[in-house]
């Protein structure tokens, strides 16, 4: 039924003939929101479809579901770019994999909704799992490459939003997947330890680009545009404006040495992100019934007249 009234919904406004670049600025992706869909929203209302969920996070990860909140829910739409038998045609306006990236939210999850069946290739890939044992010959769920490919249509893939993942080239076929980021409530979370983790992964960034840099100029180094605002008061170089090629710049950019530390990152951002029960605060919404008092301390505001 979710297919069917997403398939509809879709063919009426064209919301799966291209990525849409609004929505998803950084990682467009071919899709449409559930609220904008209102016989799917109704849809999923009615079998209880956000409880069933978030009670799933709340078991996996220890979470109130209370303190869970959909960021975004839509339906996704995979074709393989190369069309059906006795065709050489391709559209390059549609869809047929997602790049590694990262989500903005703490938690998702993908839903297949179509049968398995009716495509090949597919699946969420994890950069984690890129050297795991494949299990899907024995009837399990990863493939080569790290790729998690459900069994049947209406099994979820639920994973931290934050750890590099992607979508698997579909190599024949379409595959529709409902798709949610989910925010945790704040009290559950650890100050700090996701800024550090973006900081870390921004590093890596860095030091691919320092590379790429590098790499233009033939390994000859750079002029920086600072050096009009310094005194010539020495000859060395970095001062007078001009960083030399570096050996270290090579040895930072190495695609393994990046992945190790990405990789060291997602495993302490796994194991710190959430506060323990007993250590989370007041719920967010709570927030707003405290206030400074006039001796400058926190106290709690009696709403109760």
């Given at each position: 039924?979710?297919?069917?009234?997403?398939?509809?919904?879709?063919?009426?406004?064209?919301?799966?003939?291209?990525?849409?670049?609004?929505?998803?600025?950084?990682?467009?992706?071919?899709?449409?929101?559930?609220?904008?869909?209102?016989?799917?929203?109704?849809?999923?209302?009615?079998?209880?479809?956000?409880?069933?969920?978030?009670?799933?996070?709340?078991?996996?990860?220890?979470?109130?579901?209370?303190?869970?909140?959909?960021?975004?829910?839509?339906?996704?739409?995979?074709?393989?770019?190369?069309?059906?038998?006795?065709?050489?045609?391709?559209?390059?306006?549609?869809?047929?994999?997602?790049?590694?990236?990262?989500?903005?939210?703490?938690?998702?999850?993908?839903?297949?909704?179509?049968?398995?069946?009716?495509?090949?290739?597919?699946?969420?890939?994890?950069?984690?799992?890129?050297?795991?044992?494949?299990?899907?010959?024995?009837?399990?769920?990863?493939?080569?490459?790290?790729?998690?490919?459900?069994?049947?249509?209406?099994?979820?893939?639920?994973?931290?939003?934050?750890?590099?993942?992607?979508?698997?080239?579909?190599?024949?076929?379409?595959?529709?997947?409902?798709?949610?980021?989910?925010?945790?409530?704040?009290?559950?979370?650890r100050p700090g330890v996701l800024g550090d983790s973006c900081k870390e992964w921004g590093r890596t960034d860095v030091a691919k680009y320092r590379f790429k840099r590098q790499v233009k100029k033939n390994h000859r180094g750079w002029v920086l545009n600072n050096s009009r605002w310094l005194q010539d008061v020495t000859n060395n170089a970095v001062v007078r404006g001009f960083v030399p090629a570096s050996n270290g710049v090579i040895r930072r950019a190495d695609p393994e040495g990046c992945r190790r530390r990405r990789l060291e990152v997602e495993d302490l951002l796994l194991r710190n992100?959430?506060?323990?029960?007993?250590?989370?605060?007041?719920?967010?919404?709570?927030?707003?019934?405290?206030?400074?008092?006039?001796?400058?301390?926190?106290?709690?505001?009696?709403?109760?007249?």
């Amino acid at each position: 039924m979710a297919v069917k009234i997403a398939e509809e919904y879709a063919q009426s406004n064209g919301r799966w003939h291209q990525p849409d670049a609004q929505r998803h600025e950084s990682y467009s992706t071919c899709d449409f929101p559930v609220d904008e869909c209102d016989e799917l929203e109704t849809f999923l209302e009615s079998s209880d479809f956000e409880r069933r969920l978030f009670q799933q996070f709340s078991d996996l990860y220890n979470v109130d579901m209370n303190d869970l909140s959909f960021n975004d829910l839509f339906v996704a739409y995979y074709q393989a770019k190369q069309q059906p038998e006795n065709s050489t045609s391709t559209n390059e306006n549609i869809m047929d994999r997602l790049q590694l990236h990262r989500d903005g939210s703490l938690l998702s999850f993908s839903l297949l909704l179509n049968p398995p069946d009716e495509f090949k290739g597919g699946g969420t890939f994890y950069d984690a799992l890129r050297d795991g044992k494949p299990t899907y010959e024995d009837g399990g769920i990863l493939h080569p490459g790290g790729a998690i490919r459900p069994n049947r249509a209406g099994d979820a893939v639920l994973h931290c939003g934050k750890i590099f993942h992607g979508a698997d080239v579909v190599t024949s076929g379409r595959r529709i997947v409902l798709v949610g980021f989910i925010d945790v409530s704040k009290r559950c979370i650890r100050p700090g330890v996701l800024g550090d983790s973006c900081k870390e992964w921004g590093r890596t960034d860095v030091a691919k680009y320092r590379f790429k840099r590098q790499v233009k100029k033939n390994h000859r180094g750079w002029v920086l545009n600072n050096s009009r605002w310094l005194q010539d008061v020495t000859n060395n170089a970095v001062v007078r404006g001009f960083v030399p090629a570096s050996n270290g710049v090579i040895r930072r950019a190495d695609p393994e040495g990046c992945r190790r530390r990405r990789l060291e990152v997602e495993d302490l951002l796994l194991r710190n992100i959430l506060l323990p029960p007993a250590e989370r605060e007041l719920k967010d919404d709570e927030y707003d019934q405290i206030f400074l008092d006039n001796e400058g301390k926190i106290s709690s505001l009696d709403v109760s007249e």
